[in-house]
């Protein structure tokens, strides 16, 4: 008995989880086909990697008991719009930018929520475009749209956010002042960094020109 109903637990959150991944496997399509079309056209390309995941179930279900909220499939697809989750590095801003632009003019595609980082930076020197978009996925008996999110950043702003996630969020930070203070120097100077490398790209090309 206790088999069974585990073995249906488990089939319920296949089923449920199908929808989110189809969706998060159709906007990668379109993304590498972007970023090689891109290529094809300016002979140069605005992507250096893609990341992708699906939360696990012990993840979905922890978030909802944070949001106290009962932990199902229900309040999962009525309430969390991470679920299937992109992340887009980019070298630099100007590249941001385009491909956020390029991913919203996607026919049959919604834009649910989207907040600017890059120009917005969190008070922690945090800096990243983040995008929530409805892919359209379709069933016998018509369509229905599923969130998937996006965050699009640079290799510097990556850079940042991985360390600031393994010794702030992961670790146990004994120092939260002098840490804080740290990163957003940190953020600061990559930022600086990035932009002379973009400086010097755009003298480089305009040399070939």
């Known amino acids: 008995m206790e088999n069974r ?32 079309d891109y290529r094809d ?3 140069n390309y605005p992507i250096h990697n893609i990341q ?31 679920i299937a989750g992109i992340r887009i590095i980019c070298y630099f801003e ?19 929520k989207e907040t600017d980082y ?3 930076p969190k008070p922690n020197g945090y800096r990243s475009y983040h995008l929530v978009l ?3 996925v379709y069933h016998t008996d018509g369509k229905e749209y599923y969130p998937v999110e996006i965050q699009i950043r640079t290799l510097t702003m990556d850079l940042w956010a991985s360390m600031e996630h393994r010794i702030v969020y992961k670790g146990n930070n004994q120092e939260p002042g ?7 120097e940190l953020a600061r100077e990559l930022k600086n960094q990035e ?10 090309l305009k040399k070939r020109e």
């Not at 995941?53 to 909220?69: A, G, M, P, Q």
């Not at 002098?178 to 957003?184: A, E, L, M, V």
């Not at 002379?196 to 003298?203: F, G, P, V």
């Open 52 to 82: 992708s995941r699906i939360k696990s179930k012990e993840s979905i279900f922890e978030k909802l008991k944070r949001k106290r909220l009962a932990p199902t499939c229900e309040n999962a697809k009525n309430f969390l719009m991470d």
């Open 178 to 184: 002098k840490t804080r203070k740290i990163f957003f």
């Open 134 to 136: 409805g892919v359209p």
């Open 195 to 204: 932009d002379k490398l973009y400086s010097l790209e755009e003298s480089t």
């Open 5 to 36: 109903e585990r073995n249906n637990r488990e089939g319920e959150h296949i089923h449920f989880i199908r929808p989110y991944q189809e969706a998060m496997d159709f906007l990668l399509v379109q993304i590498n086909i972007l970023n090689d």
């Open 118 to 120: 890059v120009k917005n």
């Open 41 to 43: 056209k300016y002979k």
């Open 94 to 112: 100007t590249d941001v930018y385009h491909v956020m632009d390029m991913l919203k003019k996607y026919r049959d595609i919604i834009c649910i």
